[in-house]
């Protein structure tokens, strides 16, 4: 029984493909305008990745932002519900997760059984997501992969209280301006955004284990912030997925739940 | 695939409902061609008072107002821009600043009746909330001088009421009918007082008790076509045609919707209550829920802005009963009125969100609903106060909450397509599927 999990997010779409309860790939295309011709790409992609042939494809549940664009799936389903199968496949133990995307962050908590018993969602506003680290790496001129190594040598916290991208930018700019090092900056970009997700799964409610997902979960620099604003050691997935393949992993699996009859 | 569960049929007295709140404003309009006299005030003011000025009194009441140009986006966003560059605060309540920016602009939102806003004789309000009773202060200044009279009703919640706060607020209302004679010249008649707190009676009683059958399922009404309807009481609560439609024709027509089974989502699967006023401008949340087969019964916002409601011999929430009481003079009328109106659950919370709690959980338990939708309304300090520790209380109850954020009046801090997005992920986490595209 093979299924694919699609996650059409807001900077990348992601797949997954699943065998039997074991992933067979994954693959990764940047979503462009036409967002179905992305998810058509990724697709290709992971197929072509293992040989396999599309009509083998059993079911096909597709979440994230442009989940309905998507409308060769069988299903849908919201990144809370796919993170949640996601997660609780990797880390049965965790209670709430923290899945920090390009356009939006997310707190979850979950009870013993994986169900979601609540969650947050940040309200309109980038700062509390992964388009705002991009945003800051462009106005400071370095590499986002960079970003994380980079505030990892800070020496000093620096302040940082805009509360919207727009803000935050100037503010960087005033902190470029008095010639605070880049490393120290970049540490209060991540600070930044750490206060509002730690503010936001405080409303929510933390309970252990605390996991850490989506894409800017991959930067060391972030869980570093998160980590000290947060107050507790966040499991980060590695095997058998990276944090940002999570959402399209538990898709898969809630495709593969379908099949079994729920 | 058809997902229909239960029959359902348009509301026979709808379009009366509708003919009436038009008549309302078109009255307020055409006062003067009449020789009539016009106020304003809140749509929690003792309107039955200037009642007693005689049978061509008409008044426009705020808040209802100013949703009217909320739900006119481009309207609201004149106004509020008109507002703001007076000088006023974009935090403040969106309803007041509509209002305000009505009055700026010299638009009526209905102009099919009056291009101009009509101009009020006087202003008659009370004092509840943060706003009430500096909108009408700034009202007043911004048409260059009305005269205003505010009466201040915070003594506390119901449970505390003692005969001297409740003589507090008599005394006051006593002070208000002198005022009310000398301002406008005219003698006071007590039998039309008397005559409006009984409609007063009957309005808040019946409103209940239309609500109260919502416990049914499925529920024959939903809250966005309550909104419709409340809205009459929030109008005029003291006036014959409100207080007759609710008795004589909506709440028969509902009860028998009970009673043959009708719904008002065809679908119902779930149900849930929101709180606070809704964002006006996008009330299609209210069918996007639909889709999943959900129903909003409605809110303790809805419920008992003008509904009033007691406990009843066995242990459930219903309409609080009409005073059997005759009524022979002033004072009596007055006591009446203030001592009924002290009882009504909307200010309770002003005074704690214990208050408030414990209301919402009632309601989810005895409406069995599947969860609660909470407005984090930037737009109303007053009704938002407390809400995040209301929603901990309806979660500690074992009931789901999803809160958004928005605002009644100023559609620029409502994000539709995250509500709906946001939405989708409490409906899965409710174990429902959409039933329809």
């Known amino acids: ?262 | 695939m058809s997902t229909t569960k239960y029959p359902s049929e348009r509301l026979k007295s709808w379009g009366k409902a509708k003919t009436l709140r038009e008549n309302y404003y078109r009255d307020f309009a055409e006062a003067h061609d009449k020789g009539g006299i016009r106020w304003a005030g809140g749509a929690w003011s003792f309107d039955a008072i200037p009642a007693g000025l005689g049978e061509d009194v008409w008044c426009l009441t705020g808040e209802p107002y100013g949703a009217t140009v909320a739900f006119n986006k481009e309207l609201a966003l004149e106004c509020q821009e008109a507002i703001e560059t007076k000088g006023f605060a974009r935090d403040l309540c969106s309803y007041m600043r509509n209002y305000w920016g009505s009055i700026i602009l010299n638009k009526y939102a209905w102009p099919q009746y009056s291009e101009e806003f009509p101009k009020p004789d006087f202003m008659w309000q009370d004092h509840i909330c943060c706003s009430h009773a500096k909108w009408y202060q700034v009202a007043s200044d911004l048409e260059g001088g009305i005269p205003t009279f505010s009466i201040d009703v915070s003594v506390g919640p119901y449970e505390e009421l003692t005969e001297s706060r409740l003589n507090y607020i008599v005394g006051q209302m006593h002070d208000g009918i002198k005022w009310l004679e000398k301002t406008t010249s005219r003698d006071y008649n007590d039998e039309l007082l008397i005559k409006a707190v009984q409609n007063e009676f009957r309005t808040c009683h019946y409103w209940a008790a239309i609500c109260e059958l919502n416990k049914t399922i499925p529920a024959p009404l939903d809250e966005k076509s309550m909104y419709a309807l409340y809205v009459l009481g929030t109008l005029r609560k003291s006036s014959q045609w409100t207080a007759d439609y609710y008795e004589k024709e909506l709440y028969p027509e509902i009860k028998d919707r009970v009673k043959r089974g009708i719904a008002a989502v065809e679908n119902e699967q779930c149900r849930i209550m929101t709180d606070t006023q809704p964002p006006w401008a996008f009330l299609k949340v209210f069918r996007y829920l639909e889709k999943y087969g959900c129903v909003s019964i409605g809110s303790l916002y809805t419920f008992s802005l003008i509904g009033l409601w007691e406990d009843k011999e066995d242990g459930t929430w219903g309409p609080r009963s009409i005073p059997e009481i005759e009524i022979t003079n002033r004072d009596e009328a007055l006591r009446a009125l203030a001592e009924w109106n002290l009882s009504k659950p909307e200010w309770q919370h002003f005074y704690h969100p214990k208050l408030k709690s414990e209301m919402m959980i009632r309601i989810a338990r005895e409406w069995k609903l599947d969860g609660v939708l909470l407005h984090f309304n930037r737009g109303c300090e007053g009704l938002s106060l407390g809400i995040a520790e209301n929603r901990l209380a309806i979660q500690k109850a074992g009931f789901p909450v999803m809160p958004f954020e928005g605002n009644m009046g100023d559609e620029r801090e409502f994000d539709l397509t995250r509500t709906m997005a946001r939405i989708d992920a409490f409906m899965e986490s409710l174990g429902m599927k959409k039933l329809v595209d």
Do not use: W
């Not at chain 1, 065998?19 to 990764?28: C, F, H, N, Q, V």
């Not at chain 1, 010639?179 to 900056?185: A, F, G, L, S, V």
């Not at chain 1, 930044?192 to 930067?219: C, P, Q, Y």
């Not at chain 1, 590695?238 to 809630?254: C, R, S, T, W």
């Open chain 1, 1 to 262: 029984m093979t299924t694919i999990g699609i996650d059409l997010g807001a900077k990348n779409t992601k797949v997954v493909i699943l065998r039997d309860g074991e992933i067979l790939t994954t693959a990764s295309v940047l979503s462009g305008f036409d967002q179905k011709a992305s998810a058509d790409e990724a697709v290709n992609n992971a197929l072509r990745n293992v040989g396999i042939a599309r009509d083998e494809i059993k079911y096909i549940t597709a979440t994230g932002a442009g989940m309905d664009a998507i409308t060769f799936a069988n299903d849908t389903v919201t990144e809370i519900s796919a993170n949640a199968r996601g997660i609780t496949a990797v880390f049965p133990s965790v209670r709430t997760v923290i899945d920090v995307g390009a356009e939006e962050g997310r707190v979850i908590r979950l009870n013993e059984n994986g169900k979601v018993v609540d969650f947050g969602i940040n309200e309109k506003c980038a700062a509390g997501a992964g388009a705002f680290t991009e945003a800051m790496a462009r106005a400071l001129e370095v590499d986002l992969e960079k970003m994380g190594e980079m505030s990892l040598k800070s020496t000093k916290a620096v302040p940082m209280n805009a509360q919207c991208t727009i803000f935050a930018e100037s503010e960087v700019v005033s902190l470029i301006h008095q010639k605070t090092p880049k490393e120290d900056i970049i540490r209060a970009v991540h600070d930044a955004i750490a206060d509002r997700i730690t503010s936001m799964a405080r409303r929510v409610g933390i309970e252990k284990e605390v996991a850490l997902v989506g894409g800017v979960a991959n930067n060391i620099g972030f869980v570093d912030s998160m980590t000290r604003n947060l107050g507790y050691d966040l499991l980060v997935p590695k095997d058998p997925v990276v944090p940002e393949f999570i959402p399209a992993y538990g898709a898969a699996l809630l495709a593969q739940d379908e099949l079994n009859g729920g």
